[in-house]
């Protein structure tokens, strides 16, 4: 008898025991990964991480009971991949397309302390009918273990340069977003719904809406809430990115609960705006970033 995987059009490798392929939510193909050192859920549309749990820890990631589950729909929490650009385009979805076209699994492994999964995405007709329409291949490297560490790589396949924005855009659980405080930003420049300053040295808080773009860290930034400390290292990385709707942009979003906005904070690694990526023909860029959490009490 053959098994779900081995019969799957976007699963081109076999799995270790510890990886699996099932039917998630909406009838979406996602892979269940349960290792003794952590456990994920990764879908195949946009190679989307929806969960990691180290150890036998609460989830690290947020997902809204709210999200949608169906086909070129973005899920609403987790790890969405915001590329070949960020934000709004009149001319293609908000973030781009690669959070919602289907991701090939190309490898699969596990050295008994992580498991690395290796998804494939490249141009296609419809993506060289977009607004971005490059010949391009990229790679997403999962490694899920007591980290997780993200890495995007894009391959300039054309015989012209091009220029992408990218995000991990990742939403982290959290007791209550006005109880957290996060450093490594201290002396940074940063943009915010408009205005423009330096980080302090006091740790960043949240008091109510944010869309903060913070340029040019490159240490640890380390997000410290009542129960447990979240700690973010990032390599290639212009850009750290806060978010949070706040109640009122929260009421707008019809895949967002109106009072789940205290439970979630985004901090997106990303290259956007001014610090767009430039590839000419040939040449390779990853970006990555790595998670790490530790109990407080
Ligand atoms: O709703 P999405 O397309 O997933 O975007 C979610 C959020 O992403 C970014 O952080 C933007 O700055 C926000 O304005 C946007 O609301």
């Excluded at 609403?76 to 919602?100: E, K, L, M, T, Y």
């Excluded at 490898?107 to 607004?131: H, I, M, Q, Y």
């Excluded at 939403?171 to 209550?176: L, N, S, T």
């Amino acid at each position: 008898m053959t098994t779900l995987a081995e019969r799957h059009p976007l699963i081109e490798t076999t799995l270790p025991s510890t990886v699996t392929l099932s039917t998630g939510e909406g009838g979406l193909p996602r892979l269940l990964v349960d290792s003794p050192s952590a456990t994920a859920e990764i879908y195949l549309q946009g190679a989307h991480v929806t969960r990691w749990q180290p150890g036998r820890q609460a989830p690290v990631l947020w997902v809204s009971a709210e999200s949608n589950f169906a086909p070129a729909m973005p899920i609403r929490g987790g790890v969405p991949i915001c590329f070949p650009w960020f934000g709004v385009n009149s001319a293609g979805p908000q973030h781009g397309w690669a959070r919602i076209r289907d991701w090939t699994l190309i490898s699969a492994t596990d050295d008994g302390t992580d498991v690395r999964l290796a998804f494939a995405l490249s141009d296609s007709p419809e993506t060289r009918e977009s607004a971005w329409p490059h010949r391009f291949d990229a790679r997403y490297e999962v490694v899920v273990g007591t980290r997780l560490t993200l890495s995007l790589s894009v391959i300039n396949t054309s015989d012209s340069e091009f220029t992408y924005e990218e995000a991990l855009h990742t939403y982290f659980a959290v007791a209550d977003v006005r109880k957290m405080s996060i450093t490594g930003f201290r002396g940074l420049t940063y943009s915010d719904l408009g205005e423009t300053g330096f980080q302090s040295e006091e740790p960043l808080r949240l008091t109510g809406p944010m869309t903060r773009n913070v340029t040019g860290a490159t240490g640890e930034t380390v997000m410290t809430g009542p129960f447990r400390q979240l700690r973010l290292t990032r390599s290639n990385a212009a850009n750290t990115i806060v978010w949070n709707p706040w109640a009122e942009q929260a009421a707008t979003m019809p895949d967002f609960g109106d009072d789940e906005w205290t439970e979630m904070i985004c901090v997106e690694t990303a290259n956007v705006g001014a610090s767009w990526v430039r590839l000419e023909p040939g040449e390779t860029h990853t970006l990555a970033t790595t998670y790490e959490v530790g109990l407080l009490r």
